[in-house]
Structure formats: C-alpha cells, structure tokens
C-alpha cells in the first residue's frame, strides 16, 4: 500500500517536444510497484499546451482542477474539473489551457506503465 | 476519443458483501473501447465502508472529495482530497468514510479492464 499527495511528488519539465508551460509529476509509478499502468499528473498554466502528437498507447484523464480545451483532428472539445477523457491507441490529440484563463489546467494522465 | 463526467454516468449498488452506504460509477471502461484498464468511481456515504478483502489485482485510486481511512492490515491511514494511493494485488484493504463526516468520500478506482 502507498499514500501520496501532488505536494509530496517531484516536478519535472516533460521531455516532449511541442509542450509549452507544462509541469509533469507522477505519484503512482512503475517505480512504486504499479504492476500495469501508472498516474502521472500534468499542469498546463494558462497560455500553455502539450504538442499535438500521438502515441502507440491510451491514456486515461480525470481533469482535478482548471479548464481548456482537448484537441483532436475534429476540432476543440471543452473540458473542466470533474470530466473524464479517453485518447486511443493512435488518436492525435493535444490538451490546451486557454492563455485567458486564470488557473492553471491540472489532469491525471493514466498510461500502461511502459509508457510511463 | 470520448469526453464524460459522473453526473452523465450510471450509478449502481455494487455487488460486493460486507459494502455499506456505497455507489459505483464507470466513466472510462472497456465498454468504451479501454485497451488495458478501467476507470470506476466509489461514493461512499458517511458511516459506509467498502468490505475489507483481497482480490487479485492491484487498483490505483485518487481520491476526488471527502476524507476517511484507507484501512489495511496494520491500521488505518488517514485519506483526503488530492490524495493518491495504491492497493497492490493480494493486500487485504477497506475504504471507510466515519459517521462525524458531513461529506461523502468519492475516489477514483483505477483498475486492469478484465476486473472492472
């Protein structure tokens, strides 16, 4: 069994080319014991995003606080605290804080732990 | 790509005995195409508790609002909003949310899809 918080957890700056204002921590990780996926958490400050990419994986989102947008090839899809977002296997996507917004838009982003 | 929150996601009694004063929720589910593991959210009310049992399979959990006690087979440990924890597999575990509280307990449980 293991407890954690977000203030207990290292930030670091994601090494993901395209991302702009974000901060990346994970919590519960492979490094833990996590046997098949892991929570990372993510905080875009306003203005920010991660880059419009895609991946060989899913990722599973609970948004903790904030709001801005999830992209897709479709368009921009609102999304606020307490919404929950999938992205498949593939999907291009990208999540955007709003440079207008006041807060910053913070997300649990849940992967297989291989691709932690 | 799919978009939710709790209040467009059934609720239901779950099927576990020894469960007292507790909901599930399935925002992010196999049934939505989840590759590898699954998203449910517990409520649970003042003076309810999940059982205390094992099952085999970890479960990753965040919890959204309320405090209670993460019990496990050395004691309680305190839990709150923000909080993160992890249940491995085999590791005998309840969720309790104590009568004095106003508030109901909700967290997510992340688990692999095939024991969702």
Redesign the interface.
């Known amino acids: ?6 203030d207990k957890t290292e930030k670091s700056v994601p090494n993901m080319e395209g991302a702009k204002g974000v901060y990346k921590q994970v ?2 990780s492979a490094r ?8 990372r958490v993510f905080t875009i400050e306003p203005g920010g995003n991660t880059p419009f990419h895609t991946h060989p ?2 990722h ?1 989102n ?1 948004i ?1 606080d904030g709001s801005g947008f ?1 992209v ?1 090839e479709s368009g921009e ?1 609102p ?1 606020s605290k ?8 593939g ?1 291009k ?1 990208q999540y955007r804080n709003p440079a207008k917004n006041c807060g910053n838009l913070v997300m ?1 982003c ?1 992967v ?1 732990s291989q691709f932690e």
Chains 1, 2 share one sequence.
């Open positions: 069994m293991h407890i954690t918080s977000l919590p519960l833990d014991g996590a046997p098949n996926f892991s929570f994986y899913e599973l609970y903790i999830l897709d899809h999304v307490g919404d929950f977002a999938m992205v498949m296997p999907e996507h649990i849940a297989p």
